[in-house]
């Protein structure tokens, strides 16, 4: 797992979007729990959606519909490889799907194959120049890549098309962090926390900004707010370890950062990548 701006890995379920069967397939039953609201567990979603699949009533469209939201519910479950094959039968039956790129771009993301999730959202944002979420994952796939001039561009795009667009305040926060433009970071996030408050995610990307900073008693803040709300998040354990440390409190700084690296072994190259070391 990789440290992001965001919680990536965790929280980019938020912006895949799904898809609601045409009018004329509304009528089975099945759909109630295959459509976009996530109704029930990803296995009853799978259950549904793959006797919609395999019942053949459907037409094309709804069918590749049900593919669509299948592979949702594989990635609800972390299984990108299903979500991916079940991407690929939706583009398959409607090319003209711009959600079903969306989201195979999203699932390769995932993957860390940021060409193939580039490819895909191209694609999506060709078939539609306002999808929003395509932009904020395609930033998210050119920050991977270290091409952080175009990030920051897609960002600014999806923030162009909706200004209350707390994703792409939130990518754009930690590519502005990453490459050292702190004023302009901790502007963004600030922002992403007006829009969606007490936020773990937020919190964190919040306190890495202050914890380069060096304004280690606002990081700690940050940190100890977003842990309140997810304990087991390692980079804010780890973030408010090294905020502990730069501030002379050695015990409490290196039980966190042993507490971060319990959760992921290789916390310490993660931040380290990112700037943040002892």
């Known amino acids: 797992m990789r440290v992001s701006p965001h919680g990536l890995i965790a929280c980019a379920v938020l912006l895949v979007v799904g898809g609601s069967p045409p009018a004329s397939a509304q009528l089975a039953p099945e759909w109630k729990f295959c459509d976009e609201k996530r109704l029930g ?50 583009i398959r039956l409607d090319p003209k799907f711009a959600f079903a790129y969306n989201n195979r771009g999203d699932a390769y993301l995932h993957k860390d194959d940021y060409d193939r999730a580039i490819t895909d959202l ?11 979420h395509a932009y904020v994952l395609r930033g ?83 940190y100890n707010a977003a842990l309140k709300i997810n304990p087991k998040l390692a980079t804010s354990l780890y973030g408010r370890g090294v905020a502990k440390i730069k501030r002379g ?16 072994a290789d916390i310490v190259d993660q931040m380290a990548s990112l700037g943040i070391t002892l």
């Open 122 to 132: 191209n694609e999506a944002i060709r078939l539609d120049p306002k999808y929003m």
């Open 140 to 222: 998210d796939a050119y920050r991977e890549k270290k091409e952080y001039d175009r990030s920051i561009a897609d960002y600014n795009q999806a923030i162009a098309l909706n200004p209350k667009f707390v994703y792409a305040y939130s990518g754009r926060c930690w590519t502005n962090a990453i490459i050292g433009r702190l004023q302009a970071a901790l502007t963004d996030c600030n922002q992403a926390l007006a829009l969606l408050p007490n936020d773990a995610d937020r919190l964190d990307s919040r306190g890495f900004v202050y914890l380069k900073l060096g304004q280690f008693d606002n990081a700690i803040a940050d």
């Open 41 to 90: 567990t990803p296995e009853v979603r799978i259950r549904n959606c793959t006797a919609l699949i395999e019942s053949r009533r459907e037409s094309g469209r709804s069918r590749a519909v049900a593919y669509l939201n299948r592979g949702a519910a594989w990635r609800a479950k972390g299984d990108f490889d299903r979500a991916i094959a079940d991407y690929g039968q939706a």
């Open 249 to 264: 409190d050695n015990a409490e700084g290196n039980t966190d950062i042993a507490a971060a690296k319990a959760i992921e």
